[in-house]
Antibody
């Protein structure tokens, strides 16, 4: 069965960067896009971007364009999301999610809580 | 960018009732690439419906999706106790960005 296991919670100071990992198993990693979605406390879902693990191509939401980077390591079936210049309003639960055929998000990681606080 | 507006924000209902949730797009989704998710407290979202009307694997048939163009609906034919949750619609496709609606909370009356 498909499993997406994310790295543990992080606490960062404003201005720092955070890198969250998402290890995939149970399917061919390079066959499906991986998306990143975040959810601030008590708020809705916000799409950050996606990566094509096969070729490494990315698409980012305009809001994060200048401070997010999504990468992957196909040798260990792991996707990464790095967010820089962190602010307090980046405090959120960050999810990776494997897409189906065209972007419906079929399988989700457990989420990684990133807390930004001085 | 396509904006999805969900209504109502909150629904207060009792088990056994029929539920209709709305998702309106700011532009026509000509491809009907519209999905619905359920999220319970402390859990990741779960895909219910994709392609506006196709149920995801393992989703009970009391959940159904309909609509086209700019107006989409998620219906729960008979509300079960485990269905109290927040529901999100999502626009997806080969051309990003992906967008989510603001969500509808279905709570116990």
């Amino acid at each position: 069965q498909v499993q997406l296991v994310q790295s543990g919670a992080e606490v960062k100071k404003p201005g720092a960067s955070v890198k969250v990992s998402c290890k995939a198993s149970g399917y061919t990693f390079t066959d499906y896009f991986m998306h990143w979605v975040r959810q601030a406390p008590g708020q809705g879902l916000e799409w950050m971007g996606r990566i094509n693990p096969n070729v490494g191509g990315t698409n980012y939401a305009q809001k994060f364009q200048d401070r997010v980077s999504m990468t992957r390591d196909t040798s260990i079936s792991t996707a990464y999301m790095e967010l820089s210049s962190l602010r307090s309003d980046d405090t959120a639960l960050y999810y990776c999610a494997k897409s189906g055929g065209l972007g419906e998000l079929v399988d989700w990681g457990q989420g990684t809580l990133v807390t930004v606080s001085s | 960018e396509i904006v999805l507006t969900q209504s109502p924000g909150t629904l207060s209902l009792s088990p056994g009732e029929r539920v209709t949730l709305s998702c309106r797009a700011s532009q026509t989704l000509s491809d009907n690439y519209l999905a619905w998710y359920q999220q319970k407290p402390g859990q990741a979202p779960r895909l219910l419906i994709y392609g506006a009307s196709s149920r995801a694997t393992g989703i009970p048939d009391r959940f159904s999706g309909s609509g086209s163009g700019t107006d989409f609906t998620l219906t729960i034919s008979r509300l079960e106790p485990e269905d109290f949750a927040v529901y999100y619609c999502q626009r997806y496709g080969s051309s990003p960005p992906v967008t989510f609606g603001g969500g509808t909370k279905v709570e116990t009356k």
